[in-house]
T-cell receptor, first 116, second 110 residues
Framework: EPEVTQTPSHQVTQMGQEVILRCVPISNHLYFYWYRQILGQKVEFLVSFYNNEISEKSEIFDDQFSVERPDGSNFTLKIRSTKLEDSAMYFCASSQWEGGNTGELFFGEGSRLTVL | QKEVEQNSGPLSVPEGAIASLNCTYS??????FFWYRQYSGKSPELIMSIYSNGDKEDGRFTAQLNKASQYVSLLIRDSQPSDSATYLCAVRNQGGKLIFGQGTELSVKP
């Protein structure tokens, strides 16, 4: 069964360092997303991406964050200068469409980011 | 008002019982509704989607949607200890964004 894959599964970094989280969405999906979940809290929307551009972003997704689809398969989230409060599980998700019966999001296993 | 609201629980039911999970949402124009299951430390796993008023059954799971009341529920029949997890209600709002509730922790006791 097709799945969303994410790397790395866990990254530890020092505050102020840049981090890139990578995702390979399901191959025939057109919409891509990043969500995060701080330990013990709810899953929060960060950004959605379609047709090589951001379609929507949340207040969390400030100038420290960027996304890119550098080739036909990878979808990356970059945090330019990490802060302690960026420590969370980051989930990549993809969907075939954004509406109707195929608007279901499928999530990767997540990348746990720990900022020291 | 929270966009998607769930009781955080924990909800404890005995094995074999029916577990009932509830969710309300604020955006009346929302069209797509989902239930995800999340085991501790794992990613959300889609278990049900529902798009029109009424009930939708899939095995031991039944999703119920009432758009007039802005209410979605999930029933789990014959609950098993392996159903113990956090259940996330998610609603796709008019803008297309999928918003999650806080999640309800379900514990099924043998």
């Amino acid at each position: 069964e097709p799945e969303v894959t994410q790397t790395p599964s866990h990254q530890v970094t020092q505050m102020g360092q840049e981090v890139i989280l990578r995702c390979v969405p399901i191959s025939n999906h057109l919409y891509f997303y990043w969500y995060r979940q701080i330990l013990g809290q709810k899953v929060e929307f960060l950004v959605s991406f379609y047709n090589n551009e951001i379609s929507e972003k949340s207040e969390i997704f400030d100038d420290q964050f960027s996304v890119e689809r550098p080739d036909g398969s990878n979808f990356t989230l970059k945090i330019r200068s990490t802060k302690l409060e960026d420590s969370a599980m980051y989930f990549c998700a993809s969907s075939q469409w954004e509406g109707g019966n195929t608007g279901e999001l499928f999530f990767g296993e997540g990348s746990r980011l720990t900022v020291l | 008002q929270k966009e998607v609201e769930q009781n955080s629980g924990p909800l404890s039911v005995p094995e074999g019982a029916i577990a009932s999970l509830n969710c309300t949402y604020s955006d009346r124009g929302s069209q797509s509704f989902f239930w995800y299951r999340q085991y501790s430390g794992k990613s959300p796993e889609l278990i049900m989607s529902i798009y029109s008023n009424g009930d939708k059954e899939d095995g031991r799971f039944t999703a119920q949607l009432n758009k007039a009341s802005q209410y979605v529920s999930l029933l789990i029949r014959d609950s098993q200890p392996s159903d113990s997890a956090t259940y996330l209600c998610a609603v796709r709002n008019q803008g297309g964004k999928l918003i999650f509730g806080q999640g309800t922790e379900l514990s099924v006791k043998p």
